[in-house]
């Protein structure tokens, strides 16, 4: 609980973020569907890095958790009834994107 995002996976997903901000330079992009946590993860890694983010998610994740990504800047996109969906068309804005 002493994670940013206080969940374990904070620590997988921000070291997975530092390595694509070493890969890609500070204007990387980094992209996410999750059901929750990892979004929260990622938007705090992002946050502390200085790049950007995009949260995929499904209809259905609480108001809280949606606004505390957005306050750790991350922009959140809200597809599908359930996480195959916001996985889909999180493919989709990478494959879009070179530094995503």
């Not at 992209?31 to 929260?40: C, E, H, K, R, Y």
């Not at 959140?76 to 995503?100: M, N, T």
Request: aromatic share 6%.
């Amino acid at each position: 609980n002493l994670q940013p995002a206080q969940s374990f996976k904070s620590r997988g997903i921000s070291h997975f973020a530092q390595h694509a901000r070493r890969k890609h330079g500070p204007d990387v992009h980094l992209v996410i569907a999750s059901g929750g946590n990892a979004g929260l993860a990622a938007a705090c890694a992002a946050h502390t890095l200085g790049v950007r983010c995009t949260v995929y998610l499904p209809t259905g994740v609480s108001a809280p958790t949606i606004d505390f990504m957005r306050k750790q800047g991350a922009e959140v996109v809200i597809r599908g009834s359930f996480y195959l969906e916001a996985l889909r068309a999180a493919r989709e804005a990478v494959d879009a994107e070179p530094k995503a």
